[in-house]
């Protein structure tokens, strides 16, 4: 199954209905159904990008998103 670091890089693809292999989208979905909080996070995901369409803001692009990703992996929690 994959961890959820490996289906959180797949993201945009997932949000922006890109190409994935018919492995890859049995594998998102086995995640899914095992990790409520991937299944929270994608769903916070696609609200965020159908709420700046409405907002008619350009969504962010699958670079915008992988970078914000990318960003997010250097965050840590300091637990003082
Ligand atoms: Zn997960």
Do not use: R, W
Not at 19 to 35: D, I, M, R
Not at 51 to 67: G, H, M, W
Request: net charge neutral.
């Amino acid at each position: 199954m994959l961890s959820c670091k490996e289906f959180v890089e797949q993201l945009a693809k997932i949000i922006d209905n890109e190409e994935l292999t018919l492995g890859q989208k049995l594998n998102n979905k086995l995640h899914l159904f095992f990790c409520h909080h991937c299944k929270t996070y994608l769903k916070q995901a696609k609200i965020t990008v159908a709420v700046a369409k409405k907002l008619d803001c350009e969504p962010p692009t699958s670079t915008q998103i992988e970078q914000s990703i990318a960003e997010m992996k250097g965050f840590s929690v300091s637990q003082e």
